[in-house]
């Protein structure tokens, strides 16, 4: 326990005739928590809550939030002011270090992330194993755990070693990125260029080809750059929380993160924002308002859930919807920008917030259900959306394996459960059974 959780009181529980007195503490911004770490040792009970919907796995001073009053901070910077006024390399040095860096801080960051950006030649052969139609987010988290192979990673981990890894790690998930969209359209690999920034550079691997300049258009290179921004972290999310499992373990940062980039591809994660834009393809091409596909949400025979809808921790808003529906807005507005299915979202939006089954349920627009629309108009194709997720989350997993990592001690994930299997019984020769 660090000092900055502030001992409250004590609370009591009584168990069989028996009361216990479990400490009680207070964050910095005014969340409480009991202390049941001895609660096994002192009583036989474990706690049970399923999916950790009521847990605190560890301190954290990277990201802070509050789902009812939709607040957002890394580092106690609100998410809106970072949307609007800041880049996102300088908001990764942030979560990584922090504090904001200064001018000298982050141009020494930038070139170290563009002279980090090139993965090793011999890696290139890889790409060419994946069949056709591989999905880049197994692309992804393949290579990343490789990067270990052609990286390794010292038992001990200086200071200096440590800082050069997280490099490779935020620049070089951008160039394997790139790298995989080609391979998938039969292109030749485009290498990162020096002449670029982070977000730049990556539009320039994904689009330019020795026949074709790529024009980079302004707007769309600072939608990206919020996108990423507005993706860098949000506490211990599932993927996040992987990658502090994972990394619970003393596994290397490459696995580590590789298993924070699986965890992530799932479609009620990262992978919604590839689902967002499929639904709504598919209601642009049924022709319909939505209400159907609103009312098979509401089914849960129908297997199916509103995308981009519902979150686990916000209950009133996600505030980086609202900045990312406004720069949808915004970008959508352009002369020749034009996207038939910001309608279709606008309306589904307007519907569901209407109705009692979203409304009763506390479902709000969450950060999927307008940035898809924002890496259509940047020609991002949808198998991709999640990559870009990835891309934008490494600043934030990586920040919080170090916290993991310099924190007063590494304590290995290892929850408990509830038993419900067979009790013993006895082996029975094959021939009885
Ligand atoms: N459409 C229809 N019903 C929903 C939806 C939805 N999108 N989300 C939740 N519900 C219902 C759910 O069926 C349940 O109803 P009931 O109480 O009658 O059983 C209730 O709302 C609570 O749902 P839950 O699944 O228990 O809530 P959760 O906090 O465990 O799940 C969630 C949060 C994000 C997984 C869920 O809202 C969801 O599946 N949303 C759609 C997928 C999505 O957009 N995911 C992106 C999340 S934001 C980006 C990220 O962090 O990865």
Not at 116 to 133: A, Q
Request: hydrophobic share 35%; proline share 4%; glycine share 8%.
């Amino acid at each position: 326990m660090t000092d900055n959780l502030k001992p409250l009181s004590t609370a009591t529980l009584t168990l069989e005739d028996k009361s216990y007195s479990l400490p009680t503490l207070m964050g910095v911004e005014g969340e409480k928590s009991i202390d049941i770490s001895k609660l096994r040792a002192q009583t036989g009970y474990i706690t049970l809550d399923e999916g950790y919907g009521n847990t605190g796995a560890c301190e954290s001073s990277i990201t802070y939030i509050d789902g009812e009053k939709g607040i957002l901070r890394y580092r106690g910077y609100p998410i809106e002011e970072l949307a609007e006024h800041s880049r996102f390399t300088e908001v990764a040095y942030l979560l990584l270090h922090g504090e904001l860096p200064t001018v000298d801080q982050l141009n020494l960051f930038s070139k170290r992330l563009n002279e980090s950006s090139i993965i090793h030649e011999d890696m290139h052969h890889f790409f060419n194993g994946f069949p056709r139609g591989s999905h880049p987010m197994g692309i992804l988290a393949t290579m990343v755990a490789s990067l270990s192979t052609f990286y390794p990673v010292p038992d001990v981990l200086d200071e200096a070693t440590e800082i050069q890894i997280v490099a490779n790690l935020v620049s070089q998930v951008r160039t394997i990125a790139a790298f995989s969209y080609k391979k998938s359209i039969g292109e030749p690999l485009v290498y990162p260029s020096i002449k670029y920034r982070y977000v730049r550079n990556f539009l320039n691997m994904m689009f330019s080809s020795p026949v074709r300049d790529y024009q980079l258009d302004d707007d769309i290179v600072r939608a990206i750059d919020m996108f990423l921004i507005l993706h860098a972290d949000h506490e211990q999310n599932c993927s996040t929380s992987s990658v502090r499992t994972a990394g619970s373990s003393m596994a290397n940062v490459y696995a580590v993160t590789s298993a924070g980039i699986s965890a992530l591809w799932g479609p009620r994660h990262g992978g919604a924002n590839q689902e967002v834009i499929q639904m709504l393809e598919q209601i642009h091409a049924e022709g319909g308002d939505g209400t159907e596909f609103i009312n098979q949400a509401k089914d849960k025979n129908s297997g199916r859930r509103l995308m981009g809808f519902g979150h686990r921790v916000y209950k009133n808003f996600d505030p980086r919807a609202k900045v990312l529906k406004k720069q949808c807005d915004k970008l959508l507005n352009k002369p020749g920008m034009n996207d038939p299915l910001l309608e279709i979202a606008m309306r589904l939006e307007e519907i569901a917030l209407k109705d009692d089954y979203f409304i009763s349920r506390k479902l709000y627009p969450n950060v999927d259900f307008y940035s898809g629309l924002i890496l259509r108009a940047a020609g991002i194709p949808t198998n991709m959306f999640t990559v870009l997720f990835a891309i934008g989350r490494m600043p934030g997993w990586l920040a919080h394996w170090r916290e993991m990592l310099h924190g007063k001690q590494v304590t290995i994930t290892r929850p408990r459960q509830m038993y419900v299997g067979e009790t013993e019984r006895h082996f029975v020769d094959i021939e009885n059974r």
